[in-house]
């Protein structure tokens, strides 16, 4: 039964609405999926998970776009039917969308019957309206665009987005008024601030809106294209693309009569980038008034993907295939980074480096760091049952930044700010980070008057990654089903699969058994990916070996100069990973970030747990020669206080006395 049914009457302010109905733009066949449909539909995805986190009942739709010239022509240039070529290319957007981890509900074809129905439908009400006329009409046709531009659209005789010259055609075609619903448009949107955003896609609609809006011209004669729905009421034309286009936010919702359209149409929120907005924020909400629908709730415009600063395109060679994506990086990697690189409405650069660099840093480091030195420190403290919540605990650092943080996470995923949501969860992991270096809980284990202390800092940490698992489900579901597998939870279980009634502190129930899972997000190797830091140093180093050798003379054994000091590069080091060497009881293989990260291995196994240094500032010498130990490369070393007791040998780290960058030189 529906919520609103039961009583509950949806309000445009509070975040929860029910239902929710999200779609993406539907793809043109002309061209295989890329990294800019990608990103549409991870978001339109992610949107749909997150709705239903908050239990809302969502109906996601996606699709392929299948008539029109260009289609046609992309058939020809290959000899094969129009029908041919679009089952193919429409399978592959199709096959792209699981290895994304995207789930539609429907994957809707303009080709489908019943959706020819559904278009042949509104065309007749809409003429029977009095709404289409016949005309002549000479214009400046884009066949990239597929309509009709305007004068004032043209830069330097140019259509911007195809940066190809629009051909002068007269013809005799069938028009949509729309200028008739101008104004009731523009009145829409100015009551509702929310139907159009980010507010600069607003404006720019609304300035738009301020000039007389010219009607639509809606039909090609079947003398030049054939490859189109015909009009119900001339079959001598068939109907141009957006008319056919558009219509399928209706079809495959069974507009008129079916019980989605009943319970989805007024909820309807489209995604789109900015390339099709006129069609998508005029086109369609005066053909819907037309109709004599109500207008669909939100439009949601993102910005473009470039690619390395560069427009992603096929002749420069530098498209991006999901495909390839998924293999270099992981999917759950890609979900993330595109989230949180770009800013909703913006464009954004994509680059190898930029995605190595959050992979290593937000991903490995942060979130896979916390998870498994929590995991760890319960399976040897606690012999991996978590323990019970402390009663009377005033320790709420943690409990306080997690409300906060699922309350901004809550409203800037309903407002599709995404990357804000997503910085404001690795708040909450940056803060769990530094409360395991500051509460130490290897020295509260050894502490017999510790009470419960080791039990409330454990317990603050294991919840936290219970509401971790909750808020990344969205945007990265496969990583959160293996979190919760090894948090003992199921994936379905509602503790991490339902914000809304688990989305508070202290739901982890104590005596959960822990499972063990592998690494979260291994590291990616940045030496592979960028120039090695041995390079550079040794460089430095001959250069200034050989100025020495040419102006001082010998020192006395024992002292240095101060030049010869000078030559040793000290930096503070930020330790962000730690795990032994495999068959050394010494050596721990450090992942240090001075500031770009480099492996140190350092002989203080004996002295230091993994996750007892992770965090910790440490010095380093950054500029000495690589060196191999059981077979991983060194670069560089960390500094230690070399304490003599009782005969035996103890190293203490070196660190800095305030929280300084990492990198800072030591002078
Ligand atoms: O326009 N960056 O289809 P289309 C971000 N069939 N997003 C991008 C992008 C980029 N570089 N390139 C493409 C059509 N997109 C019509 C739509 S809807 C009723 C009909 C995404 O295959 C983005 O969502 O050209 C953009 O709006 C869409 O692909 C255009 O897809």
Known sequence: MRKEQRGIVPCDHCIITMTTYITTPIYYVNAQPHLGHAYTTIV?????RFRRLIGDSVRFQ???????????????????????????????FRETWPLLDVKPDNFIRTTDPEHVLTVQNILQQVYDKGDIYFDKYTGLYCTGCERFLTEKE?????????????????EENYFFRMSRYQQELIDHIHANPDFITPERYRNE???????????????????????????????????????????????????????????????????????????????????????????????????????DETKMSKSIGNVIRPAELVEAYGV??????????????????????????????????????????????????????????????????????AAEVLQRYREEMNSFQFHRGLQAVWELISQANRYIVENEPWALVKDESRGDRLNT????????????????QPVMPGTC?????????????????????????????????????????????????????????????????????????????????????????????????????????????????????????????????PEEITGMLVLIVANLQPVKLMGVESQGMVLAAKVEEGGKTRLVLSTVSGKVPPGTPVA
């Open 154 to 170: 043209l830069v330097d005789g140019k259509c911007p987005d195809h940066q190809t010259a629009p051909d002068e055609i007269t």
């Open 44 to 48: 339109a995805d992610t949107y749909a």
């Open 62 to 92: 996606t699709g392929t776009d299948e008539h029109g010239d260009k289609i046609a022509e992309a058939a020809e240039r290959e000899g094969v039917s129009p029908k041919e070529y679009v089952d193919r290319i429409s399978g592959m």
């Open 332 to 401: 759950d990697s890609i979900r993330y980074f595109i989230l949180r690189e770009m800013s909703f409405g913006l464009d954004a650069s994509f680059s190898s480096d930029a995605i190595v660099a959050r992979m290593n840093s937000d991903l490995a480091n942060d979130i896979g760091n916390l998870y498994s030195r929590t995991c760890a420190m319960l399976m040897k403290y606690c012999d991996g049952v978590v323990p019970e919540a402390v009663a009377a605990d005033d320790d709420t650092v943690l409990r306080d930044l």
């Open 481 to 609: 089903r293996k979190m919760a597998q090894g948090l003992g939870l199921e994936p379905e279980n509602p503790l991490v699969a339902d914000l809304a009634e688990h989305g508070n502190w202290g739901g982890m129930p104590g005596g959960t058994r822990l499972e063990k899972v592998s690494a979260l997000f291994p590291r990616v190797d940045v030496k592979k990916k960028k120039q090695p830091v041995k390079e550079q140093s040794k460089k430095k180093k001959s250069s200034k070996a050989e100025k020495k050798q040419k102006q001082k003379p010998a020192l006395a054994e024992g002292v240095i100069s101060f030049d010869q000091f000078q030559e040793l590069e000290l930096r503070v080091g930020e330790i962000v990973a730690a795990e032994p060497v495999k068959k050394s009881d010494r050596l721990l293989q450090l992942t240090v970030k001075a500031p770009e990260e480099r492996t140190i291995v350092a002989g203080i196994a004996e002295y230091y747990r």
């Open 205 to 307: 609609v609304l300035s738009f809106l301020s000039e007389p809006l010219e009607d639509l011209c809606i039909s090609r004669p079947t003398s030049r294209l054939t490859w189109g729905i015909p009009l119900p009421f001339d079959e001598n034309f068939v109907t141009y693309v957006w008319f056919d286009a558009l219509i399928n936010y209706l079809t495959g919702i069974g507009y008129p009569d079916g019980d989605n359209f009943e319970e989805y149409w007024r909820v309807a929120e489209h995604v789109i980038a900015k390339d099709i907005l006129k069609p998508h924020a005029i086109y369609w909400p005066t053909m819907v008034l037309s109709t004599g629908l109500p207008l669909y709730k939100k439009l949601h415009v993102h910005g473009y993907w470039n690619v």
């Open 457 to 472: 800092v454990l317990y603050n940490l294991v919840e936290t990654l219970r509401l971790l698992t909750l808020m990344l």
